[in-house]
């Protein structure tokens, strides 16, 4: 049986525990200046020389060995540390590497008990990398009294670039990577919420699904941080090592009105893969106004993520809302190099969330535009079943459709945009607000239990131009049962059409449903896909 993935408990092997982040990544740093020695940063290293090549090299050579697990140093002390001490562990910010030098100085995380296996992390300038150095000085150790435990030589479990000091205002971070192969930016908000990661190995297969890491980082020197446009770039090169793959990885980051991300990664499998996930994306579904027969929170919706966005190759723009399942879903969505795809935050209404703790009206977007031909496959969505916010249960990412053999060379670039909405609107077609389902038939009448009636909100494109009468036509397909009280309309005071159909259905296995609007055979809006899951209405 397939269980969510914990952002609490799995944190070194998957997800990042995302109700943690307001804490972990974006609290105020209030250390002072508090004796910070003359050379500020943390020392490093010997100076080695650096080359992507060379290191692509020794990830070809390193995949063509056994894959050896890393030991865990000092786990009865690294255990002491669980989520509290963890919040109360702190980087001194005094002390950050580049800080007065660069616009986005990098500060460390302590490993602890969902941390325990560091990373390898080197400051680059030029072609030369010198090793940062763990020192227990670079941390506030509070009240945990665990400064005498630990060894003096720990290592870091990850790392996270700073925005710039504004006066009067905490300093915040932008970008972290920490806990397995995964990262994920505070997007144009300010606020952390769904995840990337490097790859996804047999991610719902009958198996065990495999985490790789990153296991070392080269963090170029940014610009000055007067340099204008330059200073704005950050580069990361990571190498990732795993049971079945090795690989190479360059980031370029640019955070300004959200964060755009430009990844170039080199894999080399050591085995075959049954289940290769390129680009995934991992976020949070709990409920929306689409489920909501699903919740028992008090706030009207809870996720990270609404819908995810298709791009097709052949040009189709695509919306697939998510669901909260009962059991584990898995859909593929084939395409022949795709433009793109996102699970996306469409719904920016704080009203809708009623949250000022963690703000899931601010969580990014994240959408995915595939560089170079990317060739046949599918974009494969997961939905795990989740009875509350802590879980991360929603997996997209892009799956090759031929075979991952051990011995090849896999070259991939893509970008990741993480933003407020999508990167690339369409302008020529409207698109899904909202979806909604109801009790299908006529009021006054009895209601049948097989029968849902689905009403779903579009607008934009063309459809703002569009006065209330024109014959605008719902299009609606079914992988089974009957389509029956097809209707469309302008909703009254908004520019916003409504489709609305009844679904006739028996028998406990998903609906696929596929809606578009039409007017004089021209087509109006993306397409809407929906997986229903039958249900019934709690009675009373």
């Not at 989520?83 to 910010?93: G, H, I, K, M, W």
């Not at 028996?506 to 397409?527: H, K």
């Amino acid at each position: 049986m397939k269980t969510p993935l914990s952002r609490r408990a799995l944190l070194a092997g998957s997800a990042l525990y995302g109700a943690a982040l307001p804490l972990l990544l974006s609290s105020p740093l209030a250390h002072a200046q508090d004796g910070a020695r003359d050379a500020g940063g943390p020392a490093l290293g010997d100076p080695v020389p650096f080359d992507r090549q060379a290191l692509i090299d020794r990830a070809r050579s390193l995949a063509a060995a056994p894959y050896e697990e890393p030991p865990v140093e000092a786990p009865e002390a690294l255990e002491q540390i669980d989520y509290d001490a963890y919040n109360e562990l702190t980087f001194r910010p005094e002390r950050a590497l580049w800080l007065g030098e660069a616009r986005h100085p990098v500060q460390f995380f302590h490993l602890g008990r969902y941390f325990k296996r560091p990373v390898r992390v080197y400051a680059v300038e030029g072609a030369v990398a010198r090793p940062v150095r763990y020192d227990p000085s670079l941390f506030d150790y509070g009240d945990t009294g665990l400064r005498d435990k630990l060894p003096d030589d720990l290592g870091f479990a990850g790392f996270r670039f700073m925005n710039p000091r504004s006066e009067g205002q905490p300093q915040t971070d932008w970008l972290v990577y920490l806990g397995a192969a995964y990262f994920r930016t505070a997007g144009p908000f300010g606020q952390y919420g769904l995840s990337a990661r490097g790859i996804a190995v047999n991610t719902a297969t009958d198996g065990p699904e495999e985490f790789p890491r990153f296991t070392e980082f080269w963090i170029e020197k940014p610009a000055p941080a007067g340099s204008g446009e330059a200073a704005r770039e950050v580069v990361i090169h990571a190498l990732m090592d795993g049971p079945s793959i090795v690989g190479v990885y360059r980031f370029r980051a640019r955070n300004e009105n959200g964060v755009v991300m430009e990844v170039d990664a080199t894999l080399f499998p050591r085995r075959e893969i049954e289940r290769l996930g390129i680009a995934p994306l991992t976020s949070m579904f709990w409920f929306s106004e689409t489920n909501r027969h699903k919740a028992t929170d008090w706030r009207p919706e809870i996720h990270d993520s609404d819908g995810l966005a298709l791009w097709t190759g052949a040009g189709e723009r695509i919306w697939r809302p998510l669901n909260n399942p009962e059991r584990l879903q898995v859909n593929a969505f084939v395409d022949n190099n795709p433009r793109g795809f996102g699970l996306m935050q469409r719904d920016r209404d704080f009203r809708n969330y009623e949250d000022d703790g963690v703000f899931y009206d601010r969580r990014p977007s994240l959408w995915v535009e595939p560089l170079g031909q990317w060739g046949e496959g599918a974009v494969e969505l997961i939905e795990i079943p989740t009875d509350d916010e802590i879980h991360d249960n929603i997996v997209a990412f892009w799956r090759p459709k031929e075979a991952v053999q051990p011995g090849r060379q896999l070259d991939l670039g893509y970008r990741l945009h993480w933003v407020a909405d999508h990167p690339f609107p369409p302008k020529d077609s409207g698109r899904v607000l909202a979806t909604r389902i109801g009790r299908g038939g006529v009021p006054g009448q009895e209601r049948p239990d097989n029968v849902k009636k689905f009403v779903v909100d579009f607008a934009g494109g063309p459809l703002a131009a569009l006065e209330k009468g024109r014959p605008v036509e719902a299009v609606v397909a079914a992988s089974r049962g009957e389509i029956v009280d097809r209707y469309c309309l302008k909703v009254v005071g908004t520019d916003r059409w409504r489709a609305v159909f009844d679904l006739e259905e028996d028998g406990d296995e998903p609906v696929d449903l596929r809606l578009y609007l039409r007017l004089d055979g021209e087509t109006l809006t993306e397409t809407w896909l929906y997986q229903y899951l039958p249900f019934e209405f709690a009675s009373g």
